[in-house]
């Protein structure tokens, strides 16, 4: 229960840092469309939500493991599924390292004023 609730929370605020970066270095509202186009939506479908991911030949599998939508996934199923919570905590701690980077960046652009009117 508790891990769900982690890994929901987690994915929801890993989704929102990325928008807000998106949001900050797209100059025209056009631009927007290019994180869910060409980056959320390839990752989504190479992220396991459809397949296991470890039934995957390698080197897919070693390479799938840096996707971070393959972390939200399967955390979220060893949480809902009560499955082995051991094999969830690599990917909470890079979904935790991409949260953080994230914000770090975010910050430093509010920060600085990047791409903001005066």
């Not at 797209?26 to 980056?39: C, D, G, R, V």
């Not at 039934?55 to 393959?70: G, K, Q, Y």
């Not at 939200?72 to 051991?86: I, K, P």
């Amino acid at each position: 229960m508790l891990s769900t609730l982690f890994f929901l929370l987690l994915s929801a605020y890993v989704f929102a840092v990325l928008g807000l970066l998106a949001g900050l270095w797209a100059e025209k509202f056009e631009q927007i469309n290019f994180f869910p186009t060409f980056l959320m939506l390839p990752l989504t479908f190479l992220g396991g939500v459809f397949y296991d991911v470890k039934t995957l030949p390698e080197p897919f599998r070693t390479i799938s493991m840096v996707n971070p939508v393959v972390h939200m996934v399967e955390g979220l199923r060893a949480g809902m599924l009560g499955l082995d919570q051991s094999a969830a905590l690599p990917g909470a701690a890079l979904l935790l390292t991409v949260a953080v980077g994230g914000t770090a960046l975010a910050y430093s652009l509010l920060k600085s004023g990047y791409k903001l009117k005066s």
